[in-house]
């Protein structure tokens, strides 16, 4: 059987659903010379529909979105020939304490509960984290690899 690349447009709603259970992505940030400055980030979808990464205040990635908020990611499917989405849209980043319960929706959208939320806060605020929460403004479509049809067609 051959594969056919395909796309599809999604809404915002379709999108949110196809990123939830997704928790791979390379994010895109721009350094100061204008370059793209990339990083691979595990992700989760905050219950305001936000793309959230948890980080460090000391990363390029975050120093970027500070001084740029225009970011962008590739949120990529477990299998590497699954499907694929571009979301682009506006980065704010929280340090601790303004992070800590925001760190608890980000945890619930990856893992789930947490055994002991007070312990995870706890260590969020010892390890100095970040967060970094994305409003998408533009994305898609929803992408998913293989032969162009007209190639494929040829192919039988």
Known sequence: ???IAKTDTVSLEELLAFVRPRHQAVLVTTRKDGRPQLSPVTCGVDPEGRIVI?????RAKTANARRDPDVSLCVLSDGWNGAWVQVDGTAEVLDMPAAEEPFVEYFRSISGEHPD?????TAMADQGKSLMRITP???????????PPEVAARMG
């Open 1 to 3: 059987m051959v594969n």
């Open 137 to 147: 403004t533009r994305w898609g479509p929803v992408a998913t690899g293989g032969f």
């Open 117 to 121: 939320w007070d312990e995870y806060k």
């Open 54 to 58: 948890a980080t460090y205040p000391q």
